[in-house]
C-alpha cells in the first residue's frame, strides 16, 4: 500500500467485479442500440477504459476535460471546458461516465451543455458516488459504489494530479491534505 494511503476502500478485484456488472447492466438496458459514452478527463479515464470493455455492444467513446477542482480537496463551484467532445453528439444516446460525483456541480453544468446539442438521451454513470455532499439535484442512473464523505484516491483519482495509477482506491491521509494547504 502507499505509504499516503490510510485504508483500502476498494481492493483490485472489488473494482473490477464491480464493473464488470455495471457494464452488464449498462449492455442489457441498451440492447439494440449504440451508445456514445463520454469520459470527463481525467479522473474517469480508468473507469472508462474497464467498463467499454465490459460493455458488449456496437458503442463510440469520446471525451472532454473538465475542470473544477484545481489543487485542492474542496469544489471551487467554476467549472470550465478545457477540451470539447470531437464529434456530434445530436441524436445520440449518451452515457456521461464519471470517476466521482460529489457536489454534482460539475455534472450540473455539463448536462446543461450537452442537453442544449439536443442528443436522444442522456444517463450518467459514476464509479462512486458521494450523495452526502450533493448541492446540486443531480443523480446517477448507474452507480459502482456509494461512500462517505472521505477522500480517496487511486484507480484514477488523484489529489494534486497524484495517485491516479493505484490500482486501488484508498483513503488518503488527512496529513498529505493538511500538509498541502499550508502556506509555502
Ligand atoms: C472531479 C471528478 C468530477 C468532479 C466531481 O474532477 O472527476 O468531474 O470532480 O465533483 P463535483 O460533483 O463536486 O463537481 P476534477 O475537477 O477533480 O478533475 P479530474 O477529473 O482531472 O481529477
Redesign the pocket.
Known sequence: MHQDVEQILYTEEELRRRVKEVGAQITADYYGRQPLLIS?????YIFMADLTRAISLDLTVDFMV????GAGTV?SGQVEIKKDLSDSIEGRDLIIV??????????YYLMDVLKARKPASIRLCTLMDKPDRRTKPITADYVGFTIPDAFIVGYG??YDEKYRNLPYVGVLKPSVYQRGAEPS
Open positions: 470527463v478527463l481525467r479522473g474517469s473538465v475542470s473544477s477542482y469544489s464519471e470517476d466521482i460525483l460529489d457536489s454534482g456541480n460539475t455534472l483519482l488523484d
